[in-house]
């Protein structure tokens, strides 16, 4: 029996146990109150999110250009606490890899999926590494990390190789996708894709009313 308490008190002691239990308190609240049915479900200003995003990176990284010309409205019933960590989570992910520059896109397609979309100009992913980038603990070669040290993301301090994992968990709560391919800016571009919410194509359930205090509500000059 001593010999399993000494195995176990060893095991806590590794950096991959605290990773995953980073993960686990991140994502398993969200996976079960979050996407449209969800107990956190409310209505959910993207660009909202979005903009704020922007604005931190440019506090924290104000050497970086960022470009939002391409965010446009977009609603969803959703948990504005899991996507806003979506959000920020790309948003430092791009930081970190970029050179000079990251851009972010956001759009209600016509079938009214919503797709959100955010690029740099670093290196890119190799298409191998396309799929396993978003799992747990996978660090990929440090050309492709060119910021480290700029306010990175929180969920993936170190190269814990979280970050992106906690995306595509988060996502997949909402009944999304996330993927990486090439961007316009000659590196990658993540983009998430969100199903349709018919509920909201009624613009009176977008009412800010129905929103309590927090991120995605609407504020007053909340687009400055």
Do not use: K
């Not at 146990?17 to 993960?23: E, G, P």
């Not at 851009?103 to 690029?119: S, W």
């Amino acid at each position: 029996m001593a010999d399993v308490v000494v195995d176990a008190t060893a095991a806590v002691r590794q950096p991959a146990f605290f990773a995953t239990l980073i993960l686990l308190l991140a994502v398993v609240p969200v996976v079960f109150l979050s996407g449209i049915g969800g107990a956190f479900a409310r209505p959910v200003d993207l660009d909202g999110l979005v903009l704020d995003e922007v604005r931190r990176l440019r506090r924290a990284a104000p050497g970086l250009r960022i470009g939002t010309a391409g965010v446009s409205a977009a609603w969803r019933r959703a948990d504005p606490r899991g996507l806003g960590r979506v959000v920020r989570n790309l948003g430092d992910n791009a930081a970190r890899h970029a050179r000079s520059e990251i851009a972010f896109d956001l759009a209600e397609q016509p079938d009214g999926r919503v797709v959100l979309g955010v690029e740099d100009d670093g290196p890119g992913v190799p298409p191998e590494d396309r799929e396993r980038v978003f799992e747990r603990f996978v660090r990929l070669d440090e050309a492709r990390s060119r910021r480290s040290g700029d306010g990175g993301d929180a969920d993936d301090a170190g190269g814990s190789g979280l970050g992106l994992a906690i995306v595509a968990e988060l996502v997949a709560a909402h009944d999304g996708t996330a993927t990486v391919t090439d961007g316009r800016l000659g590196g990658a571009r993540f983009e998430v894709t969100l199903p349709p919410d018919p509920a909201l194509r009624d613009p009176a359930l977008r009412d800010p009313a129905l929103q309590a205090p927090g991120p995605g509500a609407p504020r007053p000059g909340h687009r400055s």
